[in-house]
């Protein structure tokens, strides 16, 4: 086995502008690794914690300068020469941190090393991470592509967070050549409309919008226009986010300016399902209010798929909740939601074993590192999110995908 000689972290920025951290790890050899991790804007209550300094004069408060000397200081003297081991190492930086929700070390922080790990493994069995994580059964993820942005991800008035396009097309190469066709068809239509053709958080136009069934229109609109079929080629996700817009004084949702209890929700969503090519929907209600998650499940989960992340925050605790009350059908996977590779794989198993769908996912503030690439087609969770097909931090992931494919397909050997 190789033990590690040197641990590193550092302060750099994200795709928002503000603070993450970046991590260096070195092992015999001279072997050196790296990783970085994202942050989210819509994050829902039980995820472990963003540990920030606080510190309001000094990037708002959002400095991570006590989150990189936890790596530094507490987690870099425990495990230098440590021999690699993913579980193992894992372990140890929960047990550091010793709380449930990561907010001693911060989730960030055990992130960061815990990647690091993967990395390291990968290289010195001398395979790219994807190799190295699969069990022997890898796939090539359906990806999930948010191209026009509302909610937290944008300032347009749209309450819906994500609107989002999954092209089902043969090959990774090809979703994404449809994906970037749409996406421009998109850009040109808002153009012609007079309307904004800015970008949200993730990529996706941000325009004034009136409505989500005008925004769901000029995405059917933008899919014709680039020579797809509605679906049949493409088909259609939403994340609601629906806490974003939760009373919870009076228990209803204002959605575009009505009012709604959890029945008017789903009779909302049951009419956009019919209406448009929507397969997929995200976070439908409050992430506490598992008991609407479960009424719209037993209602439409057999048409699409009904998809928790503020309810169950990549945490097998509360995905072993929502199994028992058969509440959603899908996980959305987030690594920082839950601070280490080990417990993320865990939740995965779990789901998998309970016939939910997985989908890995970025975060709204990324960093150019790839990794979710990696662990989607080794953990085969069959779809992953993450973003439009624009700005440097998404498309790096899409690339990846690609340069995956062709190895797999033996296109890039060198000789």
Do not use: W
């Not at 359906?142 to 819906?160: C, E, P, R």
């Amino acid at each position: 086995m190789t033990k590690i000689t040197g641990l590193c972290a550092h302060e750099i920025l994200d795709s928002r502008g503000n603070p993450t951290i970046y991590c260096e790890m070195q092992i015999e050899n001279n072997i050196l690794v790296s990783a970085s991790v994202p942050s989210g804007a819509s994050t829902g209550k039980r995820e472990a914690l963003e540990l920030r300094d606080g510190v309001q004069n000094r990037y708002d408060g959002k400095g991570v300068k006590k989150a990189v000397a936890n790596i530094n200081e507490i987690i870099k003297s425990r495990i230098l020469g440590l021999e690699l081991d993913q579980s193992a190492i894992d372990n140890l930086l929960i047990e550091l941190d010793g709380t449930k929700n990561k907010s001693f070390l911060g989730a960030n922080a055990t992130l960061a090393v815990s990647l690091c790990v993967l990395k390291a493994l990968a290289k010195v069995n001398d395979k790219e991470i994807y190799e190295y994580l699969s069990n022997g059964r890898i796939s090539m993820p359906i990806a999930m592509m948010n191209i026009l942005n509302g909610g937290m991800h944008a300032s347009n008035g749209v309450d819906i967070q994500e609107f989002m396009i999954i092209p089902t097309v043969k090959t990774i190469h090809e979703r994404v050549r449809c994906g970037s066709e749409i996406f421009h068809k998109l850009g040109a239509i808002l153009k012609k409309k007079g309307l904004s053709t800015g970008l949200g958080d993730e990529g996706g136009y941000a325009p004034k919008l009136v409505s989500s069934t005008e925004a769901l229109d000029l995405i059917v609109e933008a899919i014709k226009k680039a020579g797809y079929i509605p679906g049949k080629d493409v088909f259609i996700a939403l994340d609601v986010a629906a806490s974003t817009f939760y009373d919870e004084d009076n228990g209803t949702y204002k959605l575009e300016s009505t009012r709604m209890n959890v029945d008017g929700m789903i009779s909302f969503y049951k009419y956009l399902t019919e209406k448009y090519p929507i397969i997929s929907i995200e976070d439908p209600f409050d992430e506490s209010d598992l008991d609407a998650l479960a009424k719209m499940t037993s209602m439409l989960g057999d048409k699409i798929m009904i998809v928790g992340d503020d309810y169950f925050v990549t945490n097998k605790e509360y995905l072993k909740e929502a199994i028992e009350r058969k509440a959603g059908n899908t996980i959305l996977i987030k690594p920082n939601q839950i601070g280490t590779v080990t417990e993320m794989i865990e939740t995965i198993k779990l789901a998998k074993e309970s016939d939910y769908k997985t989908i890995i996912s970025h975060r709204s503030a990324e960093t150019v590192d790839t990794t979710i690439a990696d662990l989607a087609v080794a953990l085969d969770t069959g779809l992953i999110k993450t973003g439009s097909l624009s700005r440097g931090e998404r498309i790096e992931k899409y690339n990846r995908l690609m340069l995956i494919e062709d190895k797999l397909c033996g296109k890039s050997e060198l000789g």
